[in-house]
């Protein structure tokens, strides 16, 4: 499954290419920051960004330079203004297109498949994930700890999923609710807390491989 990386600090945006995009069958990681979307680039090795230019604190041609700097990853950046395109252009950050806001959903994800068509880039997060003991199917929606099938549910493998594609990095409760994509419309942030209430209650002895990093989220313990 090819993952993006969606770095935009309006929360309703983001919300709508997230659906568009898994619709298409592509996973997805959210970024509010430039800094949240440089731990994440690393961490979760996303296929393509889809990069907002005006975000607080590092701005998206920074985070940009940043990302060129190290990788060839493809970068679509997402800007208020035709004359920020100029700007972008003349400064040569690299990015491998653009979309002007106000912009159709479906027209970015047309766009995004025409880049990785162009890239090559269909790059493919396993579907198998390991962490410790700890190894996650999400095509077989199975977990099992040790050698031995874990009973869980769909969105207890979501969000296992989710943190186990990057262990030691911490999801916020909100990046989690997000994972679950829409299988439980309604449940606020604290309905994340009741399912890792029972993932732990699950892995038994292993309990502390989900880590609670207070006032912020989880994560799996970095040296599972």
């Keep these: 499954m090819t993952t993006i990386l969606i770095v935009e600090d309006e929360a309703r945006l983001g919300d709508i290419?997230?659906?568009?995009?898994?619709?298409?069958?592509?996973?997805?990681?959210?970024?509010?920051?430039?800094?949240?979307?440089?731990?994440?680039?690393?961490?979760?090795r996303p296929s393509l960004m889809l990069l907002?230019?005006?975000?607080?604190?590092?701005?998206?041609?920074?985070?940009?330079?940043?990302?060129?700097?190290?990788?060839?990853?493809?970068?679509?950046?997402?800007?208020?203004r035709d004359e920020e395109v100029d700007r972008l252009v003349g400064l040569g950050i690299g990015a491998d297109d653009y979309v002007v806001k106000p912009y159709s959903p479906r027209e970015v994800v047309a766009r995004v498949k025409a880049v990785l068509r162009r890239s090559g880039g269909e790059v493919n997060v396993p579907t198998l994930q390991r962490a410790g003991p700890l190894s996650v199917d999400t095509a077989a929606f199975e977990v099992r700890l040790d050698g031995r099938a874990l009973d869980?549910?769909?969105?207890?493998?979501?969000?296992?999923?989710?943190?186990?594609?990057?262990?030691?990095?911490?999801?916020?409760?909100?990046?989690?609710l997000s994972a679950l994509g829409g299988l439980e419309r309604g449940t606020d942030e604290r309905g994340v807390d009741a399912h890792v209430k029972n993932l732990r209650r699950k892995?038994?002895?292993?309990?502390?491989?989900?880590?609670?990093?207070r006032g912020v989220g989880y994560r799996l313990r970095p040296d599972s």
């Design 52 to 80: 907002d230019l005006m975000l607080p604190g590092m701005d998206g041609l920074e985070v940009a330079r940043r990302v060129r700097a190290e990788s060839p990853l493809p970068i679509i950046m997402l800007t208020a």
């Design 152 to 176: 869980v549910t769909v969105a207890e493998v979501r969000l296992l999923s989710a943190l186990a594609r990057a262990p030691g990095v911490v999801r916020t409760r909100a990046e989690l």
């Design 203 to 213: 892995l038994g002895e292993h309990a502390d491989l989900l880590e609670t990093v």
């Design 17 to 44: 290419l997230e659906e568009y995009l898994r619709r298409e069958g592509y996973a997805t990681e959210r970024a509010m920051t430039g800094l949240r979307a440089l731990e994440l680039w690393r961490a979760a």
